[in-house]
């Protein structure tokens, strides 16, 4: 429509000009004409009767006037065009523009952080409502003017209110350009991360941007981390990283004062006796009661700290002089011994305790700790339920003991342990009739060593487990070929240490023993001792009558040094009593060792209970023990313990009898081959 409306104008104009054009020269032939035209084109006419110059000029001023208003238009629908244009771009430009603030704002008010905005002036000017809503203030203190309401109420809910201001005073006055980051601490234990950015227009500040960000809960998981790492989770005790650090902190303050400190190193004495024979859950209750016994013998400034395991330390700092320490240490060793009772348990548990000083003993956390430590062995090995102080020579001593501790492992990992046999003589016949199974370790540069070094070790170590059961194994199958071989029968004495004695498993472990190596059980002794035995009368009651029915024997070995409570004699089945060979070491002599002595053989005989005395040495021991009816024995008197092969040749020239050819308890014996006689003591 608008083009055809152009086109229209523009065949009009065309139409004027050439209309004037014919009538500015072709005017004259038509003049005899005009009296027949209208008074209106007469008009018209009359103007060409002007001269020709006006009306050229006439043509040419109205041809510049339709060109101007020609053109004129044009740059009019120009303007037009480009206003339109720009009223177009305005609300195009004005839409975005609301778009951006919407989505700025939807993006202000998403955020998890609270957003504050003052101006240069101090004022707020801005804000989201995670803001109001994080500080807790009213719509009412927001409002423009209300400033300082806004800011008291802020004030009221911090921890350090005066800090807050004096860091906003130095953000404005003396750092205006600087971004700055801390945390505001709440009275309400709220914890909030502060992130300021100064709002620049050019080089000119013009306002202050906050955000605030809640952490509250990280805060707190990083505390509950931070304790967890620092301290023990059973007892809640420091553990090792805090004890070092005030340790350090300890030997610091003695530079400057002269006070001396103390680590005291406390180890639980047979902690795992607990743990095997009760169960975890007894020896965990056990081991937060020791922490919260500990914690009330020491003064507030002290550190009880537990390293793990069974193992305690504390730090005693402000000491005058060395023998300060003694009391405590005292105090500590005398509350262990009063009576834990747990889960109707009644525990009695005592500990060792080495004790190390600083500065003499180290000035360092890692030499104190080892000293005590080395310390603390020296009292177990002295008897346990003491104390000992750090000396010099201890550390070449734990140097040996760690040394004979990495050299066992490695014996027991390369098979480098041997087994020996001691003979069991029947004391009537003298001929033997059995063979104690014991272990021996030939190291290849130090030698022989002895088993009462590497046996605790072993002990300790957990060690003993894998030796006793390769003794076992070993030993069956030695007392098996001997019979293959067409030796008598012998009875194999094996002892079972504390560890394997409380593991539940050991009847299966027996059984499996005895299958594999294809011997009677009846073939088997089994010797524990008798302390072992009343640690846990139920739970060992039940393992004893398990290994009876296997067919095993059971022998209490060292007699009369633990409980010798006859009631259990009664109670369990045993088969045999071994005598201790400190009893015997005193006949026949000592009056109290032979009436000891005697009185064990006369209750053994009235319960029917086989006897062996360990450790004759001599033969006037030998004629005591026969005189009183003691059914066996062994010692150096016969032979001391010797290899396997050494123990062949042995039997060889031994005049056997066929005492227990019956069955065990028979003590009758029959058909004795050849003279009797003592056996040759051998080197």
């Not at 194999?492 to 504390?498: D, G, T, V």
Request: charged letters at 25%.
């Amino acid at each position: 429509m608008k083009k055809l409306i152009r086109y229209s104008l523009l065949l009009i104009f065309i139409g004027i000009i050439a209309l004037s054009v014919l009538s500015l020269f072709f005017f004259t032939p038509l003049q005899g004409s005009i009296q027949d035209l209208d008074h209106i084109i007469k008009y018209y006419i009359s103007l060409h009767m002007l001269p020709f110059y006006i009306r050229a000029f006439i043509f040419i001023m109205t041809i510049i006037a339709i060109v101007a208003v020609y053109k004129n238009s044009l740059v009019l629908k120009k303007e037009i065009k480009y206003r339109k244009q720009i009223e177009k771009e305005a609300r195009e430009t004005g839409k975005s523009l609301e778009k951006s603030l919407a989505l700025s704002k939807a993006t202000l008010e998403a955020t998890a952080d609270g957003i504050l905005v003052v101006d240069e002036n101090r004022n707020i000017s801005g804000h989201n409502q995670k803001f109001a809503k994080m500080w807790r203030i009213p719509p009412s203190c927001l409002a423009p003017g209300n400033d300082e309401a806004a800011v008291k109420h802020v004030l009221k809910q911090l921890k350090d209110p005066e800090g807050f201001v004096n860091s906003l005073h130095k953000l404005y006055n003396s750092e205006p350009t600087v971004e700055h980051f801390d945390e505001l601490m709440f009275k309400d234990g709220r914890v909030f991360e502060r992130y300021s950015k100064p709002q620049m227009r050019g080089d000119e500040v013009i306002g202050r941007v906050f955000s605030f960000r809640d952490v509250t809960q990280r805060k707190k998981m990083e505390e509950q981390l931070t304790y967890q790492a620092t301290h023990d989770a059973l007892t809640l005790l420091p553990n090792r990283v805090i004890l070092i650090d005030r340790i350090s902190q300890a030997i610091k303050i003695w530079k400057r004062s002269k006070k001396i400190g103390a680590v005291l190193f406390f180890d639980l004495d047979r902690f795992k006796l607990v743990n095997d024979s009760l169960g975890h859950d007894i020896g965990d209750i056990l081991l937060q009661s020791v922490a919260r016994r500990l914690e009330l013998c020491v003064r507030e400034h002290d550190t009880v700290s537990r390293l793990g395991g069974d193992e305690f330390v504390i730090l005693l700092t402000g000491l005058g002089e060395e023998r300060h320490a003694i009391p405590i240490v005292l105090k500590c060793l005398k509350a262990l011994e009063e009576p834990f009772v747990i889960d109707k348990h009644t525990l009695s548990i005592t500990s060792s305790v080495g004790v190390s000083f600083f500065p003499k003993n180290g000035k360092t956390p890692i030499e104190l700790l080892k000293n005590a430590d080395s310390a603390m062995y020296h009292a177990k090995a002295e008897g346990r339920n003491n104390y000992k102080i750090y000396a010099n020579k201890m550390g070449i001593q734990t140097k040996k003991q760690l040394e004979l501790i990495n050299e066992l492992h490695e014996a027991v990992k390369n098979n480098a342990l041997t087994v020996y046999y001691q003979p069991v003589v029947d004391l009537k016949s003298a001929s033997i009739v059995g063979a104690e199974a014991l272990l021996r370790w030939n190291h290849p540069e130090w030698g022989f060593i002895s088993p009462q070094e590497f046996i605790p070790i072993a002990e300790d170590t957990g060690l003993i487990l894998k030796m006793g059961e390769w003794v076992l194994q070993t030993a069956c199958l030695q007392n098996k070929l001997w019979q293959e071989t067409g030796f008598p029968s012998l009875t194999m004495a094996i002892n079972l240490s504390a560890q394997q004695f409380r593991q539940r498993n050991i009847p299966e472990l027996i059984t499996k023993v005895l299958q594999e190596t294809n011997l009677d059980p009846q073939y088997l002794d089994l010797e524990l001792t008798e302390s072992v035995i009343m640690e846990d009368t139920q739970a060992f009651l039940k393992c004893m009558q398990e290994l009876k029915k296997i067919g095993v024997h059971l022998v209490i070995d060292d007699f009369g040094t633990g409980y010798s409570s006859l009631s259990y004699l009664k109670r369990f089945p045993v088969d045999t009593l071994k005598i201790d060979i400190a009893f015997v070491a005193g006949l026949p002599g000592n009056s109290d060792d032979a009436a000891i002595v005697r009185a064990i053989i006369a209750m053994a005989q009235q319960l029917n209970l086989d006897v062996i005395a360990e450790g004759i040495e001599t033969e006037s021991q030998f004629s005591f023990l026969t005189e009183n009816s003691c059914d066996m024995g062994q010692g150096f008197l016969f032979s001391k313990a010797i290899p396997a092969e050494e123990f062949s040749k042995l039997l060889k020239k031994n005049k056997f009898s066929s005492c227990h050819t019956t069955g065990r308890g028979d003590k009758k014996t029959t058909g004795a081959k050849g003279q009797i006689h003592l056996i040759e003591n051998q080197p």
